[in-house]
T-cell receptor
Framework: GQNIDQPTEMTATEGAIVQINCTYQ??????LFWYQQHAGEAPTFLSY??LDGLEEKGRFSSFLSRSKGYSYLLLKELQMKDSASYLC??????????WGAGTKLIIKP | IAGITQAPTSQILAAGRRMTLRCTQD?????MYWYRQDLGLGLRLIHY???????GKGEVPDGYSVSRANTDDFPLTLASAVPSQTSVYFC????????????FGEGSRLTVL
């Protein structure tokens, strides 16, 4: 079966750096997405990786290793507003998105 | 309207009743989707539509139906609601292109008693 694994919850300190990992086993691979979802709100797109390597976008970076079935989202200079759930999703060979359950990130002052 | 609009935002429904969740987008996206989100689970695809006039079944289609009469609207109908359909429902759309990122509506919280 297809599976996306990510930690359920993480805690970090304001101003610090946090890395959220995502491992996947899917039928084929056509890209990996990270979305941010604040409590009670809709998910919003953060990043997309289809080739191996690091994609940087401001304070957020996303890394992909297709051979390892692994990605991470790196958040730098954490702010209180970064408290949210972070969803990892993989697009499979049928171009359907398979979603992880999300990682709830708690930022403490 | 800007983006995707869902209605209602919240609804309490008696079991056995029929319910339609509405979804409208103004971005002229070809593809639209309905997901449900339950605590501890990832988003699960209910139905999708790649273009107006066509629909397809997702991972959890039973008890739900959709239609896509035009590009903008993609309603989701629960013919006879059951308590296990209590969830938050998200409508989303995407344009054709390299990333195909999804744009989500604000969600509809449905409680079936």
């Amino acid at each position: 079966g297809q599976n996306i694994d990510q930690p359920t919850e993480m805690t970090a300190t304001e101003g610090a750096i946090v890395q959220i990992n995502c491992t996947y086993q899917t039928s084929g691979f056509n890209g990996l997405f990270w979305y941010q979802q604040h409590a009670g709100e809709a998910p919003t797109f953060l990043s997309y990786n289809v080739l191996d390597g690091l994609e940087e976008k401001g304070r957020f970076s996303s890394f992909l290793s297709r051979s390892k079935g692994y990605s991470y989202l790196l958040l730098k200079e954490l702010q209180m507003k970064d408290s949210a759930s972070y969803l990892c999703a993989v697009r499979d060979s049928n171009y359907q998105l398979i979603w992880g359950a999300g990682t709830k990130l708690i930022i403490k002052p | 309207i800007a983006g995707i609009t869902q209605a209602p935002t919240s609804q309490i429904l008696a079991a056995g009743r029929r319910m339609t969740l509405r979804c409208t987008q103004d971005m002229r996206h070809n593809a639209m989707y309905w997901y449900r989100q339950d605590l501890g689970l990832g988003l699960r695809l209910i139905h999708y539509s790649n273009t107006a006039g066509t629909t397809g079944k997702g991972e959890v289609p039973d008890g739900y139906s959709v239609s896509r009469a035009n590009t903008d609207d993609f309603p989701l109908t629960l013919a006879s609601a059951v308590p296990s359909q209590t969830s938050v429902y998200f409508c989303a759309s995407s344009a054709q292109g390299a990333t195909g990122e999804l744009f989500f509506g604000e969600g509809s919280r449905l409680t079936v008693l």
